[in-house]
Every structure is written in C-alpha cells, then in structure tokens.
C-alpha cells in the first residue's frame, strides 16, 4: 500500500493498519514549544557560482519541464546561458552536494540546454527581452541615455539590463567585431561563434546599438560621450600585457596572448609555424598554445615557473592543451630572448618549487637554451582603464560609479578586477546595471521583475551534505536528457515542494494549498520530525515566539 503526495510525483509505504488517526478536532498546537520554520539558504553550487545563481531553482523548472519558468529564474542572474554553457568553468560543480552522493549534477549541460532552447524560442510566448519595460520609460523619447565602451560579457551584460529597463543603450566596441574577448580571446573549441553571433542578434533587435570599430581616443574622446549621455559605462577589459622585462623581449616574434588569440581569430595571422614558446600558467597562457597548437605550428612548449600542482590554469583548460599536443616545462623561468632580426633562440633557468606567492629562485648551472620562432607573453595583463580615463582612488568608486561632466560614469568587469572569467564579469555587469537603475530611476516605480537579481548580502556557509537527506534521490542515475538531469539537483537550501513534510508529519498539521506546503499551527506539536525528514535542509526547530511563527516564512 503506497500514498502520492499532492503536487509531486513521490510515492511513501504506508502501513496497512494504522491504529490511531489525528483529527482537526483536537487542536494541539499549543502543546508545542519547539516550531517548524523554512529558511531559504545558499546552496554550494550558488556559493562557488560567480554569478551567485540559484541553480536549484532553475533546475527545480527544467525538471519538470517548464523551460519559460526556468528561464524566467535564469535571466535575473545570467541573461547568457548558452555561453556560459559553453565557457564557464564549471566553478559550481566542483562542491555539488549530489557528488557527495554518486556523481555531481552536470550544471553546465542542463544551463547549456536553456541557453540553446531560449535562443531557439526567442520572440515566442513573450521571450523577446523578458519582462522588458515598455509601458513607460522605454518608449519615451526622453528614456535615458546610456553608452558603454567595450562589448565583452561585462558590457553586454549590463546592456542587455540597462535596455530591459526602458533606457536606449549604444554599445561601442573597438574591434571589427563584437563580442570582446568572447569573439576574440576564447578559442572556438571551446565557444562556437555561432552562439555568440546569436546572442549578439537578439540584443540588437532588442533595440541595443552595437557599433564596431569605434575606439576611445582615436574616433572619440570621453568628453563626447559624457555630453552624449545621462550614464557611460566603461568595459573596456583588461587588456595591457605585463611586460617580459628580459633581453629581446621587442624582438619581432614576441607578441602578447590576448593580441595572438586577436590575430588568430580575426584571421589576420592566417597561419602558424615553427616552434612555438608559451611563457605563464594562467588560463590565457593554455588557450593561446591550444590555439598555436590548433593553427599550425611545428611543436607548442609552455614554460611555467612553478610547478603543475599550483598551476593556475583550470584543469579542462589544461587537458585541452595536452589533446592538442602542447608540451609542458614547469620550474623554469625566462632569462633571455636570443635573434638577429627575430626570435630564434631563448636561455631559460630551472627554479626550486615554490607556492604561488613565494618567491622564486634559480638553480645555479641550471641555464639552458631552446630554439623557437615565436614567443607568447601570458605573463598577466592589466587593466586597459588608466589610459583611458583618471579614476578615484578608491576600488569601490571605480566598481559603483562617480560623477563626470553632466553624467554618471562608472567602470565594470575585468577592467576593474583584472583578468577573470565569463561568469564574473557578466555578474560585473549585472551589478554595474544594478548600480546605475539607482542612479537613473526610482527603482520602487521599475518594479523587482525589471531590475537583475542583486548581489548576496552576506555569504553564508552552504548547505552542509549532512543535513539533507538524499535517500528520495538517489535511484536517478546521470542522464543526457536535461530534464533527467536537472532531477538529481538535491535542491539544497531551497524547498521544492516535495512534499515530504506533508507525508511524514504525525499530526497532519501540513496541507497543500495553492501549490505549496503550509504548517497549521493549532494542530503542530513541534515534533521536529518534518525537519529531519526534509530532503532539502530547509526546515530548522525554533522556538515558539509569542507571535507564532509560520512555517512558510521565508
């Protein structure tokens, strides 16, 4: 004999006897001195995600096959998930509850699969721009003005809030192309450019202005765009390379890792050959040898001067480099560049292991040469802001925003934080829209669904394993399906109406209503079975207050 729960598809035992059966009748609420409430908390994954998004939420959606619902959840956090489907790290699952368990979920397919369904189904059932405002600012001709410089993901991000707000945004990118270092940086392998290509074309019949070729200082100064606008925002990366700072490092053959991914992929460096020498460990030093090793070149070495362990390099990054074929030197360091006319020979040294942070030092007689024809700085870049603006001393001023001549004029992703990632940069941007909707509007009269979801308050410690109870979960195995997927989320910190309170409760004080789980207070005895029970670590046992605490306080 078996019970369903309203609302939800899990099924309980039941006994065939049951000797005794509460009743509304006997109101035993007051006898409790111990209450159920459910707080919503930070799941792992949201707590590593740079984008802080509440993944169980729009995996709760897809699993039950509402792709508009979850992508409703999504775009207050992401509105590019088809890219960070491709080009995230995958930060989240590397502490996923549910790899506590068997396997973590695969989160970067299943927001792979909405960004490609979104892109799909765009302009019908109300995708086109969400929620966008269009009952008042947006189709005033007074709508604020705003221009943003640099077209990478933290520009793009903010643009695409800044117009779901009513504003009229013009996005100036100085490259043939848009996109950034998502057009120009990222190797293909990794973001087909045909996903980028279609994000790009829905903003601009959007309403967003994207104009290429247009570069600060040499078609324009800040002055024009400050008197151009109400807000410029500034997103122009991080793309000075740090210097070698040895002999020949101005030979011809040298060249930074940002301006070689730039030439490869803008096709003006239509081939690649020789020996190819890699120096740095980061993430643009193993794209630009995959790219090398991809393009055409006799053999790609990267040297890095500490060991592979510490290696800062995310490790798919790094396995993609060693399937291409690129070779590895760890504890070495550059000493010299050698050529007549161009690089034809570099002195490295070998250095004694050191943590990152921790000075490194030569082996004395450890000097060697190698020969190559092209050498890639990967040594680090900085950002691109100091030559194009003066900005406050102070890091938060340049992140919120500080007044220019007649507008506001504020600075966001990589070229306030340095290099980062995808993510992180489109979070930037989020909050850089975020700060200036403050700026530009009475956010009270936007409304919450207009404005991007904001930044955590706090960060709390997540949900640990042990306080879930996975038991409900685990006969689902790992499923290309993204609905089957998305069904081994645990939900952790966040309650998914399934109903376990409900089954296990002795006094049948929970009831479904409205689609959800509700506590009735005059019939709980503050068992504390239900948050024992939930699978999700929502319920917690508070004390009674004089004023009675509900269970669906959130």
């Avoid at 020979?345 to 070998?350: G, I």
């Avoid at 000075?359 to 680090?380: D, H, K, P, W």
Wanted: hydrophobic share 40%; aromatic share 6%.
């Amino acid at each position: 004999m078996k019970m369903q729960m309203p609302g939800s598809n899990h099924t309980f035992p039941l006994s065939p006897v049951i000797e005794t059966i509460p009743t509304p009748v006997n109101k035993t609420g007051l006898w409790r001195f111990l209450t159920p409430v459910r707080k919503e908390l930070v799941s792992p994954c949201r707590a590593l995600c740079p984008l802080e998004s509440k993944i169980p939420l729009w995996m709760e959606e897809i699993k039950k096959g509402n792709w508009e619902q979850a992508w409703q959840v999504m775009e207050q956090f992401n509105p590019f998930p088809a890219l960070t489907g491709y080009a995230c790290y995958q930060f989240c699952r590397s502490q996923c509850s549910r790899g506590e368990w068997d396997e973590p979920v695969a989160i970067r397919d299943v927001e792979k699969a909405l960004g490609l369904w979104r892109q799909k189904n765009y302009r019908s059932s109300g995708l086109a721009g969400g929620q966008k405002k269009k009952q008042s600012t947006g189709e005033k001709t007074d709508a604020p003005r705003i221009i943003i410089v640099g077209s990478g993901p933290a520009g793009l991000s903010s643009a695409y809030y800044l117009n779901r707000m009513g504003t009229k945004v013009t996005v100036l990118e100085k490259e043939p192309v848009a996109g950034g270092l998502l057009a120009t940086g990222i190797p293909r392998h990794r973001l087909p450019r045909e996903i980028l290509e279609k994000e790009l074309l829905i903003l601009q019949e959007e309403g967003i202005v994207i104009k290429t070729g247009r570069e600060m200082g040499r078609d324009f100064l800040l002055k024009d765009l400050t008197a151009d606008c109400e807000a410029l925002l500034l997103c122009v990366g991080a793309g000075e390379i740090n210097p070698l700072g040895v002999p020949g490092d101005n030979l011809p053959g040298v060249i930074g890792a940002i301006d070689f991914l730039k030439e490869v992929h803008l096709e003006s460096r239509p081939v690649v050959s020789g020996v190819v020498l890699v120096i740095g460990g980061g993430n643009a030093a193993v794209d630009a040898s995959t790219v090398a090793a991809l393009s055409g070149a006799e053999e790609v070495i990267l040297a890095y001067r500490r060991s592979e362990e510490v290696m800062p390099a995310h490790p798919e990054e790094v396995k993609a480099a060693g399937d291409a074929n690129v070779k590895f030197l760890f504890n070495v360091v550059l000493d010299e560049i050698h050529g007549s006319g161009s690089v034809e020979k570099v002195t490295l040294s070998r250095v004694r292991p050191a943590e990152r942070g921790e000075e490194v030092r030569r082996i004395s007689g450890s000097s060697f040469t190698l020969e190559c024809q092209m050498i890639i700085n990967a040594t680090g870049q900085k950002s691109s802001l100091p030559g194009l603006v003066s900005l406050p001393e102070s890091g938060e001023a340049k992140a919120v925003g500080f007044i220019g001549e007649g507008c506001s004029v504020s600075a966001a992703g990589d070229a306030v934080t340095g290099p980062s990632n995808i993510a992180a940069a489109i979070f930037s941007g989020r909050q850089a829209a975020l700060n200036l909707a403050g700026v530009l509007f009475n956010t009270s009269e936007l409304g919450e669904f207009l404005l991007p979801a904001p930044a955590l308050e706090k960060k709390d410690e997540p949900v640990p394993f042990e306080t879930l109870n996975p038991y409900l979960y685990a006969h689902r195995e790992v499923s290309v399906l993204p609905e089957k997927e998305a069904a081994r989320c645990f939900s952790c910190g966040n309650c998914n109406n399934c109903g376990v309170c409900w089954a296990f409760c002795p006094e049948l004080a929970m009831v479904y209503e409205k689609g959800v789980y509700e506590l009735q207070l005059d019939y709980c005895k503050g068992c504390g079975i239900c948050a024992a029970e939930c699978p999700t670590g929502v319920l917690f046992m508070e004390e009674v207050s004089d004023s009675g605490t509900q269970i669906n306080e959130r």
